[in-house]
C-alpha cells in the first residue's frame, strides 16, 4: 500500500491501467493528460531513448499548469525486431501487430518522470519486461480484436492481471508492462519528498 504524500501528485496520463495501478496501491492523485503528440519510430534505434524522451515530453507539457507537487508521466511501448509498437490505428493494424507478437517474446519499456514544479527538479528512469506471447488459435485473434481491449494500447493489448491467458513475463515487473512500474516508483516518491518546513 503506498504510503502518503506529503505533496500533490498529478499524473500526466488518461491511461486507465496506471490510474487503476495508483489507486490500487493507495495513491491519491489528480489527472491531467498530456496530450502530446508521440513520434512513431525510435531514433538511434532505442526503445530506451523513445520512452525518456516521450515521458519527459509528457512531463513538460502538464508541469506549467499546476501550482504545486509532483507532476508523474510516463510513456509505455513494445519493441521487436529494433521497432516501436506503438498503438494500433483500427481494428486492421491491431491485428497486424498482434500477428507480429503472436508466439514471440518482445521487450515491453516503460519510461517515468517525476517533475517536482516548485523547483523543477526531475527524476526519470526506464524499465524494460521481456513478455511472451502465446500463438493464438483459430478464431482466437478475431474474438480478442473484437473485445476492443487493444484500443489506445501499444502492442494491441492490455494486461490487467498476472494470470492473463495471452501474454507470459518472461522477466521484470507486471507492474510494468501495465504501465508504471510501481515498485520503482514508490522508491522515487521518496526521493522527490521535500524536506519539512515545520
Known amino acids: 500500500m503506498g504510503t502518503p ?8 496520463s488518461g491511461s486507465r491501467g496506471r490510474r487503476w495501478l ?4 493507495g495513491y ?3 489527472v491531467q493528460p498530456a496530450n502530446v503528440d508521440e513520434p512513431t519510430d525510435a531514433t538511434h534505434g532505442s526503445c530506451r531513448q523513445y520512452v525518456a524522451h516521450v515521458c519527459w ?8 499548469r499546476v501550482s504545486d507537487g509532483v507532476v508523474l508521466a510516463a510513456d509505455s511501448v513494445g519493441w521487436i525486431d529494433g521497432r516501436v509498437i506503438g498503438k494500433p490505428d483500427d481494428a486492421v493494424d491491431a491485428k497486424r501487430i498482434l500477428m507480429t507478437l503472436t508466439g514471440r517474446v518482445h521487450e515491453l519499456w516503460t519510461g517515468v518522470c517525476l517533475w517536482r514544479v516548485r523547483d523543477n527538479v526531475q527524476v526519470c528512469w526506464q524499465e524494460r519486461t521481456l513478455v511472451h506471447m502465446r500463438e493464438f488459435g483459430p478464431g482466437e485473434m478475431d ?4 473485445t476492443n481491449r487493444w484500443v489506445g494500447c501499444s502492442g494491441a493489448y492490455a494486461i490487467e492481471e498476472e494470470n492473463d ?4 513475463l518472461e522477466e521484470g515487473s507486471w507492474s510494468n ?9 514508490e522508491r522515487c516518491l521518496k526521493m522527490m519528498q521535500e524536506p519539512s518546513t515545520k
Not at 491467458?165 to 507470459?168: D, E, M
Open 165 to 168: 491467458p495471452y501474454l507470459t
Open 5 to 12: 504524500l506529503p505533496f500533490r501528485l498529478t499524473l500526466a
Open 143 to 146: 474474438a480478442y480484436i473484437a
Open 28 to 30: 491519491t492523485f489528480d
Open 22 to 25: 495508483l489507486e490500487k496501491s
Open 177 to 185: 508492462v501495465v504501465g508504471l512500474p510501481m515498485e520503482s516508483l
Open 57 to 64: 515530453l509528457k512531463a513538460a507539457a502538464v508541469a506549467p
